[in-house]
């Protein structure tokens, strides 16, 4: 699987503090005003660390909210961030274990010609289709996951499926799993897909050469939308590629005039 991103992130000099249950940073030395009048000692010098702290959905970018917290204890530099919690996200989408589509394909092994394997003719729409029966496959799914303090949920959605024909042509994308077309010598070869998912054929393989085949791939997209305790939250993607790939070929059929008796 691999995957892009598209988030609300935070800058990364700001650390998880527990104590505040937000991401913070300790605030500029030279803090002065109302702020640190209120925690001085006997010689009028103020006390303790004032810590900046973003506030729960603030914005990404140059102007995030946040809020001028006190803490009576010395500042420490963590040696590591705090939990990310779109990492936490990410690794609960692994152990979720996405499945490989499988690509089903409307073409079939003709009785009294199997050694031409799967076959299908030029002009006609081709169905393509995975298993969504498999959920792992095509589906939804609820995650919640936890580090410490921090808990995230995140909703897994299949979102669409790209279909690549083996011929050079652009892939077909699909926004569902498609339609399985079963065998059936009597279906017109022009029907379509009632899904939409399908394609046709403009060029046939090397003809009379049984190993000259297009090869059918397939690409699901699973949109990931997640949100933490902390008010973080945000959007990425993930894709799971198929392995076991149909190869096709494509033959064209003539039609022969009789004469009416």
């Avoid at 010609?113 to 076959?119: F, P, T």
């Avoid at 995975?130 to 995650?143: A, M, V």
Wanted: some cysteine; hydrophobic content about 30%.
């Amino acid at each position: 699987m691999s995957g892009g991103t598209e988030v609300a992130c935070w800058n990364s000099n700001y650390w998880w503090s527990p104590a505040f249950n937000l991401y913070c940073q300790v605030a500029a030395s030279d803090l002065t005003g109302s702020w640190s009048n209120t925690h001085l000692d006997a010689t009028g010098k103020p006390t303790g660390t004032f810590y900046q702290c973003l506030l729960p959905n603030s914005p990404s970018g140059a102007n995030p909210q946040y809020a001028i917290l006190w803490a009576d204890d010395t500042p420490v530099t963590p040696e590591v961030p705090g939990t990310d919690p779109e990492t936490l996200v990410r690794e609960a989408v692994v152990s979720l274990g996405l499945h490989a589509p499988e690509v089903g394909v409307g073409a079939y092994v003709y009785p009294g010609y199997e050694d031409w394997g799967l076959s299908w003719w030029v002009g006609a729409p081709m169905w393509m289709w995975t298993n969504d029966t498999d959920d792992l496959q095509w589906g939804t799914h609820e995650l919640n996951d936890s580090d410490g303090n921090l808990s995230v949920d995140a909703t897994v959605t299949s979102t669409s499926i790209s279909f690549d024909p083996g011929n050079g042509d652009s892939p077909v994308v699909c926004d569902s799993a498609g339609t399985p077309r079963p065998w059936d010598p009597n279906d017109l070869l022009s029907h379509h897909s009632p899904s939409g998912c399908e394609y046709t054929y403009l060029h046939t393989n090397t003809l009379g050469d049984k190993d000259s085949r297009f090869t059918v791939s397939a690409t699901v997209t699973w949109t990931v939308t997640w949100s933490s305790s902390d008010g973080q939250y945000g959007t990425f993607t993930t894709t799971a590629d198929s392995t076991d790939n149909p190869a096709i070929h494509v033959g064209e059929l003539r039609t022969v005039l009789v004469a009416p008796k």
